[in-house]
């Protein structure tokens, strides 16, 4: 799990991206102009009623008491080409946005209520070629209901996975539950930006047993984990391992169960709904996932499985990418080009070790210089994929 | 080395009044406060071209409200000998050192150029050419000093363990490298110039042999802290303002309260403390960050985990750096701006009873890791008056909720009991002035071994 309960999915939802065209990289050709705006309770006052087309630098500044947003609308007045939210008094944040010639509406929302303080805004030709302007809501709508369903496509194969392997467990089968534990993860680590989202259920199924607080209890897959590949002493501690007692057995695996159900049914339930700039901060998370705890071999310390993490966290990234990608070659071809290429990589990379059908090697059996190739391959991947969120919430 | 004065030729006054003739006169002023006891606390004594130095001796040691300088170099020794009379030379000889190097001196009376020819110099010579740049010694005691983890108690000291002396408890992803924690003994080493830092651990490490050895030391860079309202707010490595709302020395009422141990805290101690009044607590820790995904981040991500502006370093609710952040304002969907996992409320007074600290941290940069990463951080040091009020309760929220947690991982550890400071003219000085180690050298922490 990450390190945190509250991970970065929980804040970006306290805000919502809408459209705009940005650019991320500086170099790409289109013209920047600065433009600032001051938000009183009043006014709203823009440096320039008029740009020329291509990338705007709107620096929002709040002059006034209350809690501003700042907003580029459509000829229509209704369209949002862009905005910028939850700006405090006397904080200036910047809108950057791709914007075609036409007409438009700035509009301040001080106290972020009402229509907001509009004045409309004029872009003209630059001469300059700004992106493609093909209607992208249909496209990110789709992209959503695709990763939705293999959310609940892969949580509906988690809770067999757990069910069959807390049997086995519960049994005393010690060997099917090894040989069960590895592969069934692979369905939450697939996944696992998802279920941080729901808040507890990520650290009751998922903490290492070092992300305690001193006396915490201690539950979930780790917990089983190293019940089943028992530590030596000097591994430990120090301390001799105590095995778990059949009481403690199942009481574990039943909590496992219920909490993976809980799942389950939070992601079955007819609200449940995951947007296109969670999906790509998920693919970015999941990368990161890999980057702090996998490679490092943290996150499987006593079953040495964490190629199978590895893959799973790798596959859950390229499937929120995948559902993304139509959006992504429109925007930035050049980027999706080399997030292909690179995703292709890694996997190439890991295939020399196994796959999740097949068994992967142990972790620990991997040499220094292998760790260095899949950790230099994960951070050429996670580099370009830290602009997708830009680009789709750009969209 | 002899301590011997005989000679009629002052000695060593001062490495820049034999090497550094357009330096001659700061360097006088800094050499002559022994004889005469200095007055000054905390305030540089040079003139406006060069760094100053900052008195030795005082009601509490320098290098914890002294204004942060940029460069640190801390050390923790285990002590070697098991004789209590060796520990106290030792103390007796680090003191006399600390002393002089604070002060623009050599190590030594005779300098890292001169003295017997068949003799090593007693200095090792590399500051010979520079500044004091502002270098303070602070000494500390830890716990192991007291009673061993398996309850040995190798000086008699075991019953003046201060109860607030604990032993850290583990912390939520505490990653802990037991080569990187604790020690029985730590020296900071403060300055302006790198060189002189590590110069002045050199020399006492040297000053140890056959008493204490080094166990691990920390080198840092860039000052995270200010501790005073005349510097401005330096930054971490995650590239944001850190200490803004750090204890400043120009507050003492708050720096009493919260920084110095009280008398009251020796009254209510189950053993005897009373030798830390007006001393301090020293929280070390080596927090590594893993910047390279932390580099991935959206400025939108960066700046809701930490709860302030990356630029201005204002509060998220609104303002400017130094206006308090309020909690309570709400955005989009009454969501709270600063949010609930920020770090900037997690470790706010107000949501943690109160307390505060006088931090005074490093960034640190030591090389890289097998994967190509960077093995940079911060060196979270504090001064605290309780570690068990002041430390403790804050670092398990911080460690268990804070969303920068991400990106951090704790390497090393580390808690220590400051003494107070020696007083003004205490010091045994030689014939040429400068302080000398005699038996009856005082020295930091004398009152531990009373």
Redesign the interface.
């Known amino acids: 799990m990450?390190?945190?309960?509250?991970?970065?999915l929980?804040?970006?939802a306290?805000?919502?991206p809408l459209a705009a065209c940005v650019d991320n990289d500086p170099a790409a050709g289109a013209s920047t102009a600065a433009l600032t705006v001051s938000s009183t309770a009043d006014a709203c006052t823009v440096s320039s009623a008029t740009a020329e087309s291509g990338t705007l630098t709107f620096q929002v500044t709040?002059d006034g008491s209350d809690?501003t947003?700042f907003y580029l609308l459509g000829e229509d007045g209704l369209r949002v080409v862009s905005e910028v939210?939850?700006i405090?008094?006397?904080?200036?944040?910047d809108l950057v946005v791709q914007v075609r010639p036409g007409t438009y509406f700035t509009a301040c929302k001080p106290g972020?209520v009402g229509d907001g303080i509009r004045a409309q805004f004029t872009v003209t030709d630059s001469g300059d070629d700004v992106g493609p302007s093909g209607d992208v809501a249909e496209q990110l709508t789709t992209a959503e209901a695709q990763y939705v369903a293999y959310v609940k496509d892969q949580v509906g194969a988690l809770i067999a996975g757990t069910q069959e392997f807390a049997a086995a467990y519960k049994a005393g089968d010690d060997e099917q539950a090894r040989a069960l534990y590895a592969a069934t993860r692979v369905h939450w680590e697939r996944v696992e930006p998802v279920a941080e989202s729901f808040g507890d259920l990520d650290p009751l199924t998922d903490a290492r047993e070092?992300?305690?607080?001193?006396g915490?209890t201690w539950s979930g897959w780790h917990y089983l984990e190293k019940d089943l590949w028992p530590p030596l002493a000097a591994d430990n501690g120090g301390q001799e391992y105590v095995p778990l007692t059949d009481a403690e057995r199942t009481k574990a695996a039943d909590d496992l169960v219920g909490w993976t159900q809980d799942l389950v049914d939070q992601v079955n339930d007819p609200d449940f709904t995951f947007e296109a700039f969670q999906i790509s901060n998920g693919a970015?998370e999941l990368l990161?996932e890999v980057?702090?705890g996998k490679?490092?071999g943290?996150e499987e310390i006593w079953s040495h499985t964490d190629l199978w993490d590895f893959q799973a966290n790798v596959d859950g990234a390229r499937v929120a990418y995948e559902v993304l990608a139509d959006v992504v070659e429109a925007q930035d071809p050049d980027l999706a080009a080399t997030l292909l290429e690179r995703f292709a990589a890694l996997d190439a990379l890991l295939a020399e070790q196994g796959s999740v059908e097949a068994g992967f090697t142990p972790y620990d059996e991997l040499t220094?210089q292998e760790?260095?190739a899949l950790?230099?391959a994960v951070?050429a991947l996670?580099?370009p994929?830290?602009e997708l969120?830009?680009v789709v919430t750009g969209a | 080395m002899t301590e011997e004065t005989s000679a009629a030729e002052p000695r060593g006054i001062s490495r820049r009044a034999l090497l550094g003739g357009g330096l001659l006169g700061a360097a006088a002023v800094g050499a002559a406060g022994f004889g005469l006891g200095r007055a000054t606390t905390g305030e540089a004594s040079a003139g406006a071209a060069t760094p100053g130095t900052f008195a030795f001796t005082g009601e509490h040691q320098a290098g914890i409200v002294t204004p942060a300088q940029d460069r640190l170099y801390l050390a923790a020794f285990d002590v070697t000998t098991n004789d209590r009379d060796d520990l106290v030379a030792l103390l007796q000889r680090w003191t006399t050192i600390a002393a002089r190097l604070t002060q623009g001196l050599a190590a030594g009376s005779y300098g890292p150029s001169s003295g017997p020819y068949d003799a090593p110099p007693d200095d090792t010579g590399e500051v010979a050419d520079l500044p004091p740049a502002g270098l303070t010694i602070t000494f500390g005691f830890g716990r192991s000093l007291f009673v061993t983890p398996d309850g040995t108690d190798r000086f008699g000291l075991a019953d003046r363990l201060p109860d607030a002396l604990v032993e850290l408890?583990?912390?939520?992803?505490?990653?802990l490298d037991p080569a990187r924690c604790d020690g029985d003994l730590v020296v900071q080493a403060c300055a302006d110039d790198p060189q002189v830092a590590v110069h002045a651990i050199r020399n006492l490490s040297r000053a140890a042999f056959g008493a204490a050895t080094i166990r691990w030391t920390q080198l840092g860079y860039g000052r995270t802290s200010s501790t005073s309202t005349a510097q401005r707010t330096p930054r971490n490595l995650f590239g944001f303002k850190d200490g803004t709302a750090n204890l400043k020395a120009e507050d003492p009422a708050h720096v009493a309260e919260h920084v110095w141990v009280p008398a009251a805290a020796a009254a209510a101690d189950s053993r005897d403390s009373a030798w830390l009044t007006g001393g301090s607590y020293l929280v070390a820790r080596r927090i590594r960050m893993?910047i390279?995904?932390w580099d991935?981040?959206?400025l939108?991500?960066q700046e809701?985990?930490v709860g302030r502006?990356k630029?201005?370093g204002?509060?998220?609710?609104?303002?400017?750096e130094f206006?308090e952040p309020d909690f309570a304002?709400?955005?989009?969907?009454d969501?709270p701006?600063v949010?609930?996992?920020s770090h900037v409320r997690l470790a706010h007074p107000t949501h943690n009873g109160g307390v505060r600290m006088l931090r005074r941290g490093y960034n640190f940069t030591d090389g890289n890791d097998?994967?190509?990463?960077l093995d940079a951080g911060l060196f979270f040091l504090a001064f605290v008056t309780d570690p068990r009020t002041h430390y403790i309760p804050m670092q398990?929220t911080l460690?268990?909720?804070?969303?920068l947690?991400?990106y951090?991982?704790h390497t090393g550890s580390g808690l220590f009991a400051v003494p107070p400071g020696l007083p003004d003219g205490s010091l045994v000085v030689g014939e040429d002035g400068t302080p000398i180690t005699t038996s009856a050298s005082p020295f930091v922490g004398q009152a531990l071994f009373a």
């Open positions: 990450s390190r945190t309960t509250v991970g970065a929980a804040l970006a306290l805000v919502l709040n809690v947003e939210e939850n405090g008094p006397g904080i200036t944040r972020m070092a992300d305690l607080e001193d915490q970015k990161d980057a702090t490679v490092t943290e220094e760790v260095k950790s230099t951070d996670s580099e994929l830290s969120t830009a | 408890p583990h912390f939520p992803a505490d990653n893993t390279e995904t991935r981040t959206s939108r991500e809701a985990l502006t630029g201005e204002a509060p998220l609710s609104g303002g400017t206006t304002v709400t955005g989009r969907d969501q701006l949010a609930m996992n097998a994967l190509g990463r398990n460690s268990r909720d804070d969303g947690m991400e951090l991982q």
